[in-house]
């Protein structure tokens, strides 16, 4: 046509998600091994800023790598082990319950009741290997309850808080495994074993605290990974200050007095 010569093709384009990655907001990261996340876009913060303006600190005696993305707004981390003497497991915080303390035997109905109740705390145990499965939202609000299983727990749903006033706390002498449908969690979560968020294209925020012996083990991949972390872990400085003395590391120190 016009002494111009024309042709037509077609070929295939295709778009590949990137890995799945997990992000923390206003909170530390400390392992005694690596510490990976596959960071992304480019310039993404592996950790954010929180509310008063600071990231926290990944501490590793491993590797550190987060993939395209920067450290933190400070690029402030710690590549050295940790040390711990005394071991804050489930043993540790079961041994320091009150002896005037009965706590409610925990299943999932008891759990949307008020249980035992002593020192501004409701107490929900599981003794024995038995699994408490949390098959539907739930909503402690100002509630504070303090949960001991002495086995795995299974959390099937959400579990929310009405923040700087409701207090959730579970130590677990196993693994503490998440149902993919699973997309928030607020308290403080306490494992032996592994806490396992499973896999599922559903994304996970926690606010609060997570600590495992077992490690951690992130499943989540979402349909779209730019920009998107499949987990995010928020610091929630309320639970810690909310946090039952009756369980807290007491020291005692003798000292002379004169006569």
């Not at 310039?43 to 926290?56: E, K, V």
């Not at 008891?110 to 024995?128: A, H, V």
């Not at 002498?173 to 998440?178: A, C, E, S, T, Y």
């Amino acid at each position: 046509m016009s002494g111009v010569s024309r042709c037509n093709d077609t070929s295939t384009i295709t778009i590949t998600n990137p890995s799945p990655w997990w992000q923390v907001k206003d909170g530390d990261v400390t392992t005694n091994g690596d510490i990976s996340s596959s960071v992304f876009p480019a310039g993404t913060q592996f950790i954010l800023d929180g509310s008063g303006g600071f990231p926290g600190v990944p501490t590793y005696s491993g590797s550190l790598s987060v993939g395209i993305g920067t450290i933190s707004s400070k690029l402030w981390n710690a590549n050295t082990s940790t040390t711990q003497g005394k071991l804050f497991d489930y043993l540790y915080f079961n041994s320091l319950i009150p002896s005037d303390v009965i706590p409610t035997v925990a299943t999932n109905a008891s759990l949307r009741s008020t249980g035992f109740t002593k020192y501004g705390y409701e107490w929900f145990k599981s003794d024995g290997s038995l699994t408490i499965e949390i098959d539907s939202n739930i909503n402690f609000a100002g509630r504070k309850v303090i949960l001991l299983v002495d086995g795995y727990l299974t959390i099937r749903s959400n579990i929310n808080l009405t923040d700087g006033v409701g207090f959730f706390g579970t130590f677990v002498n196993g693994n503490i495994n998440l149902n993919p449908a699973v997309t928030q969690l607020e308290g403080i979560y306490l494992a032996d074993g592994i806490f396992n968020t499973n896999t599922g294209s559903n994304a996970l925020w926690v606010r609060g605290s997570v600590a495992s012996y077992g490690g951690i083990t992130l499943g989540r991949d979402l349909v779209n990974n730019d920009g998107n972390p499949a987990e995010l872990f928020e610091y929630g400085p309320d639970q810690v200050m909310l946090f039952p003395s009756k369980l807290a590391f007491r020291r005692t120190k003798w000292v002379e007095v004169a006569p």
